[in-house]
């Protein structure tokens, strides 16, 4: 029974992105987006019913195979499902906010040829994270890790005749690679010391490899499970977008809006944060490598942000934002505090995709126009998106009460409790990103929704609410991007909502001492009303407000202060300039040097056509001796002879 | 006796093309036909090698042996396990393609051309099939001869460099083959190949065989830094010909390093094992680099077969310094079920490539990337295709190019982390040169006149591409029928491997 449940979820949206994908035209625009989104519907339906069995104890955590996809030297490989509390809330969520996703494109997507390939690639891209969330085994995680890789590379190239779209999604692609190749070394070195694939059996075995050391460079032995850890973090750092893997996601912006929240907000993006918090019993075996996963977070999450502050393309400034928020949910896994960063994972996919889809909602008003500068005074013309996202952008930096508040709280503190090394930086880092996030956040937000309207006349005049389509995923993202804190805060964080799929040692335990000060909702509140964070965000958010909407002639001025700081911040920090002006050209010139020197020059020139040469000359040389001349050849024969016999007197 | 099953895929094609030729060129729709018969009835001929074969032994099975040349004990002896068998199968499934692929293409002398890959179909059968050396090495040369037709006549522009040096760098790495075979002759008194395995051999003896095969073998895979041939080869070759250098002809030099080379000497094997590994890490990281900088699409292909076929050798050889490592073999048998399963995948998804720039080719003549630009935009079922197979190239899961790729990375983390460390730089490399190309030739906006006169492709072509593409995605999601056929036959392997002769 379960297992035909589970089969159904990951299948029906495989079924209806093949239906979509190969008989588009037969089935027309109305049918694909119909047969995906009951597609996608029933996999809603049917996660909310396995999670909800799962908590209210009617049905049993499931771990089995589905079919055995080969047998190597003895080492069974299987696709297969782990169905416990965490994958259920994630299929959950995963479910839901691709269900919303699937519904705003109806209204988003309307005129756009590719309609059906679109929903094809969605419904596929569900298909496939599905796949690496309930995998129980590492073999499928490696699957599903890459197919939504493939998917986003498909997504953001989705308007293939743009340069910079197919720019963007080529770079995804091999950044995302450069994560995949340390992923995989992760995943050899794991068959290697417990020689399976399946985490049980893997997870059950690690205390017993993980103090070996692999000797990785002559007489520098490492521990076992670090080397692991670290590499298979290193997977995380490029599909979750870590520094210094995190160039592709800004980009990937090209792709259209619906697929940034669904794919590079809501989902995709999260599964380095999901898997890391999947091997919590792989990593808790290791302090250096959460140190590792502590300090980039952290980076991230600060220097990030500070992107946020100069961009002027509304998605870009939340595709930083989104940067940032990656990187608390790192922060909280590597202070091993995993349900606060699956927590913040659940309520940043609620009110991010919010954000990316009433920034989209804002894009088809003002016809396709990005740029923030260009927008302003908005309210007035389209209240639903207005509210909507004030409520996301409050959920984004922490206000009181929303459901970002107890997510990043819980974070902030589990890394004010923690002692490993890294956390004092990483303390720093996360609550100053608290004002970054709340500056950038509310420029945007008065940029677009208050102030003058600098909209040209053209637009202007055209300027209306989205049609019901786009608005109703809002508003239902709107509801727990308010109330998921409240609701789900302590039953997730305290009172042991993971159970055994989540392990934390003791002397990492950093949540029981959050809870200290308690742990209900209300609690919460209280402690969070008197907190440095909550002050922060206020004087992020009155910062905002006093630069760009009471007093902006006071911009200039403070800009140009900091000029040498916004320039690095406008180059982001160089980055791209390394990737593309360095690393690239270094990778095509090598290639080149390669080609022309080695197999040119060297393989071709000298040894191969070298050796015909070769043949050539001597050929050239013994023809010189036939002359056709009888006297030249009979001198040759007495020359020849008198050699001979000379040989054989002196030999006698 | 078992019906003469071998036989039939041997000679079946190389007389139907002998028909096809008799049919000739004036009534050169008959003779597709007939081609398209004998390639279509020999590949259901060899479904029973399959279907009927015993998934327990590593024995070989539908074994047919006769006297051929008494006085020097060469035998007519055949059959096949769980190596070879597959790439039969390969063999006959590919040739199909490569006769419909050619149908309408082929204008000049179509009958001689079929004719030319009928016979060349059976010859590589017979190669795969042979148990007898000298039978062996009559088609491994043999076999040479129609690729050299098929490059010479129907070649592009400088074939004739192209074939001279393609014939000449083969022919000079197996004669040394030859020689040692004669060798093992004159020791053993037997051509018979298993009966080189159990014939006691000096360490110095092993070196030079070794050495030798490697010859041999390594400019058939080709491994670095005798591949030069391969990318002038496949620019000059005619799509159908690129498709079977690809697929099968490259295959016969790993099947040759599973066939001899480690079997008949281990202990050289064991010691110079570094050698290998080396170069086929060269191969994929060097090569890697190199494809990324080209600019005509088949050299691309080419130089990514180079890359591919790197991990073939890897897999084959890892299994000494695993033992040497970690005393065991553990993981060695992954090892070489990877580079099997990389050679019948590689067959497919770098065949399919060919195939793809070949439907560009014969709509614009050109093979350079430059040409090209925005093909999605006129050509969107191919373009579909073509990324498919891009994916599959750069060995994404779910397809048939990452099986291989996986088995043989995991396997070699247990030889030494470093081998899996240079080895997975592939998931970049490829990732890079295969995507890139897509992204100049598929997308963006349509880039010239010709692109913008391009028609998609027809039923024919679809179904070429389409065929492949469902086996690449089958043997991605499910290769367990593919392991479980070879699993006996490399655990025997690995038996032969490490029992010393000295």
């Not at chain 1, 009172?495 to 993971?498: A, N």
């Given at each position: 029974m379960m297992e035909q449940v589970l089969l159904a979820i990951v299948l029906s949206p495989l079924a209806a992105a093949v239906i979509a994908g190969l008989f588009g035209r037969v089935i027309g625009r109305a049918g694909a987006h119909w047969i995906t989104i009951l597609g996608v519907g029933a996999s809603f339906l049917l996660s909310a019913w396995v999670l909800a069995g799962l908590l209210g104890g009617r049905l049993e955590p499931y771990d089995g195979a589905v079919y055995t996809w080969g047998i190597s030297d003895g080492v069974r490989m299987e696709v297969g499902f782990l169905i416990d509390r965490l994958s259920a809330l994630m299929m959950t969520v995963v479910t839901f906010v691709s269900l919303m996703v699937h519904v705003y494109t109806v209204g988003y997507m309307r005129e756009d040829p590719g309609y059906q390939r679109f929903f094809s690639y969605i419904s596929l891209f569900t298909f496939a994270m599905l796949m690496l969330v309930m995998a129980n085994n590492f073999l499928q995680l490696f699957f599903g890790w890459e197919a939504v890789g493939v998917v986003s590379y498909l997504l953001i190239g989705f308007w293939f005749k743009r340069p910079t779209a197919i720019h963007a999604n080529l770079k995804a692609f091999v950044v995302n690679r450069v994560g995949d190749f340390g992923f995989l070394l992760g995943i050899a070195a794991i068959l290697s010391l417990a020689g399976s694939l399946d985490y049980a059996e893997v997870f059950a075995s690690a205390p017993s490899w993980s103090r070996q050391t692999v000797e990785v460079l002559a007489g520098r032995p490492w521990d076992a499970a670090t080397l692991v850890c670290v590499l298979l973090f290193v997977g995380a750092m490029g599909k979750s977008a870590q520094?210094?893997?995190?160039?592709?996601l800004p980009d990937s912006m090209e792709g259209p809006t619906p697929i940034s929240a669904l794919?590079?907000?809501?989902t995709m993006v999260t599964a380095g944060v999901f898997m890391v918090a999947r091997m919590s019993p792989l990593f808790e075996l290791s302090t250096t490598a959460l140190s590792v996963v502590l300090v980039i977070g952290a980076t991230t999450a600060f220097f990030m942000g500070l992107l946020g502050l100069v961009q002027n393309d509304i998605k870009r400034v939340v595709a930083y934002s989104t940067l940032s928020q990656l990187g608390y949910m790192m922060v909280a896994l590597g202070a091993s505090a995993y349900a606060a960063g699956i927590f913040h994972l659940g309520t940043h996919a609620f009110f991010k995709a919010l954000l990316f889809l009433a920034a989209g909602s804002v894009i088809i008003a003002m016809h396709h126009e990005q740029d923030i500068r260009k927008m302003g005074g908005l309210r007035r013309y389209m209240p639903v998106t207005y509210w909507t996202a004030l409520i996301g952008s409050l959920a984004l930096i922490g206000f009181p009460g929303f459901s970002g508040f107890f997510s990043k709280d819980a974070i902030i503190e589990a890394v004010h409790a923690s002692a490993i090394p890294g956390a004092r930086y990483a303390y720093l880092c996360v609550l100053l990103g608290v004002f970054v996030t709340a500056l950038y956040t509310f420029r945007m937000f008065f940029m677009v929704f208050h102030g003058k309207e600098r909209m040209d006349e053209h637009t202007r005049s055209h300027l209306k609410e989205s049609p019901w389509v786009v608005t109703l995923p809002l508003v239902l993202l709107a509801i727990p991007s308010v109330v998921a804190g409240w609701m789900t805060e302590q039953a997730l964080l305290f009172?042991?909502?993971?159970g055994s799929s989540i392990h934390v040692s003791e002397s990492h335990d950093v949540l029981s001492t959050v809870g200290?000060?308690?742990?209900a909702p209300s609690a919460f509140l209280v402690h969070g009303l008197s907190g440095y964070p909550f002050f922060i965000a206020m004087a992020g958010l009155a910062t905002a407000w006093l630069l760009y909407l009471r007093r902006p002639d006071m911009l200039p001025q403070a800009t140009a202060r900091l000029r040498g700081i916004i320039r690095l911040l406008a180059n982001k920090y160089y980055f791209d300039d390394l990737n593309e002006k360095v690393i690239a050209p270094g990778a095509r010139g090598l290639g080149k040097g390669l080609w022309k020197l080695g197999d040119e020059i060297l393989i071709d020139g000298l040894v191969v056509n070298g050796s015909a040469r070769m043949v050539g000359w001597l050929a050239g040389v013994v023809r010189q001796v036939q002359t056709g001349y009888l006297y030249h050849y009979a001198f040759a024969m007495i020359i020849g002879l008198a050699l001979m016999l000379g040989w054989l007197l002196m030999k006698g | 006796m078992e019906l003469s099953l071998l036989s039939t895929l041997i000679w079946l094609p190389v007389f139907g093309g002998l028909a096809v030729l008799a049919v000739g060129d004036r009534r050169a729709a008959l003779s597709r036909w007939v081609a398209l018969g004998v390639s279509v009835v020999t590949f259901v001929a060899s479904v029973p090698l399959f279907a009927g074969f015993d998934r327990t032994t590593a024995a070989m099975q539908f074994v047919e042996r006769h006297p051929w040349i008494e006085r020097f004990r060469i035998e007519y002896y055949l059959g096949v396990d769980g190596i070879s068998m597959p790439l039969i199968l390969l063999t006959t499934f590919v040739t199909v393609l490569v006769v419909i692929a050619g149908w309408k293409v082929i204008r000049e002398r179509p009958s001689q051309y079929f004719a030319a890959f009928l016979v060349m179909e059976g010859l590589m059968n017979g190669v795969f099939a042979s148990l007898d050396a000298m039978l062996f090495y009559v088609f491994w040369e043999a076999m040479l001869i129609p690729m050299f037709i098929i490059i010479g006549v129907w070649g592009g522009p400088r074939r004739i460099y192209a074939t001279l040096k393609f014939f000449l760098y083969t022919f000079l790495g197996s004669v040394l083959m030859l020689v040692a075979l004669i060798y093992l002759y004159m020791g053993s008194g037997s051509y018979a190949i298993q009966d080189f395995y159990t014939f006691p051999l000096g360490m110095r003896e092993q070196v030079l065989i070794f050495i030798a095969f490697l010859t041999a073998f390594a400019v058939k895979v080709p491994m670095w830094p005798v591949h030069t041939w391969l990318p002038d080869a496949h620019v000059e070759a005619p799509t159908g010909g690129s498709v079977i250098l690809a697929a099968i002809m490259l295959k016969m030099g790993g099947y040759g390093f599973v066939r001899f080379s480690l079997p008949i000497t281990p202990d050289a094997s064991m010691s110079l094992d570094w050698l290998v590994l080396v170069l086929s890490l060269i191969a994929v990281v060097y090569i890697g680099f190199v494809a990324l900088v080209q600019s005509d699409m088949k050299k691309l292909i080419a130089y990514s077969s180079i890359a591919h076929m790197g991990f073939v050798t890897l897999g084959f050889f890892l299994g000494f310094s695993i033992l040497r490592r970690t005393g065991g073999l553990e993981g060695a048998g992954m090892g070489l079920e990877g580079g099997m399963v990389q050679m019948i995948s590689h067959g497919l998804v770098s065949g399919a490539l060919f195939l793809c720039v070949g439907v560009l080719y014969d709509r614009l003549h050109s093979r350079d990337i430059a040409a090209y630009g925005g093909v999605a935009n006129t050509m969107p079922r191919f373009a579909a295709l073509m990324v498919f197979f891009a994916m599959a190239n750069a060995?994404?899961?779910?397809?048939?190019?990452?099986v291989g790729e996986f088995l043989v990375i995991l396997a070699s983390f247990r030889a030494n982390p470093w081998f899996a460390f240079l080895a997975a730089t592939t998931l970049v490399l490829g990732a890079a040169y295969t995507l890139w190309m897509v992204k100049r030739v598929v997308f963006g906006e349509v880039a010239n006149d010709g692109v913008a006169g391009l028609t998609d492709i027809d039923a024919r072509e679809g179904l070429v591409l389409g065929v492949l593409a469902v086996a690449v995605l089958v043997l991605g999601v499910w290769p367990a029928p593919l392991l479980e056929v070879m699993g006996p036959t490399i655990e025997n392997l690995l038996d032969l491997m490490v029992r010393s002769k000295l």
């Open positions: 520094v210094p893997l995190h160039v592709w794919i590079h907000a809501a009172d042991g909502y993971f200290e000060h308690g742990t | 060995g994404l899961p779910g397809t048939s190019g990452f």
